[in-house]
């Protein structure tokens, strides 16, 4: 069985930064691409970000394109999302996911990952 673990969510104000970690522990399923979601109450789950094994490939949502970074580590089994220029509407539960793959594959769509973590919740304020 793998287990994502998130960590390093909280609270900051608007403008503010966050850095979100994911660990992958359990059964090995190298390589795996990765991706981080979010979902606020009774909302859909919407894709933020995705990251392919080497790191070398990402694609990021619009509504955070310029303002959060993924990479990894995988000496560490670990992905990471900076989140600068955090606004109110940031505010979300955020999820990592991730799933064995190819090298060069990344996804954006939440069915397409086996694996998630419990999820950390991100709170900005204005």
């Known amino acids: 069985q793998v287990q994502l673990a998130e960590s390093g969510g909280g609270g900051v104000q608007a403008g503010g930064s966050l850095r979100l970690s994911c660990a992958a522990s359990?059964?090995?399923?190298?390589?795996?691409?990765a991706g981080w979601f979010r979902q606020a109450p009774g909302k859909e789950r919407e894709f933020v970000v995705a990251?392919?094994?080497?790191?070398?490939?990402?694609y990021y949502a619009d509504s955070v394109k310029g303002r959060f970074t993924i990479f990894r580590d995988n000496a560490k089994n670990t992905v990471y999302l900076q989140m600068n220029s955090l606004k109110p509407e940031d505010t979300d539960v955020y999820y990592c996911?991730?799933?064995?793959?190819?090298?060069?594959?990344?996804?954006?769509?939440?069915?397409?990952?086996?694996?998630w973590g419990q999820g950390t919740q991100v709170t900005v304020s204005s």
């Open positions: 996911a991730a799933r064995r793959a190819q090298s060069s594959a990344y996804y954006t769509r939440g069915e397409e990952y086996e694996y």
């Open positions: 359990g059964r090995t399923i190298n390589p795996y691409a």
């Open positions: 990251i392919n094994w080497s790191g070398s490939r990402t």
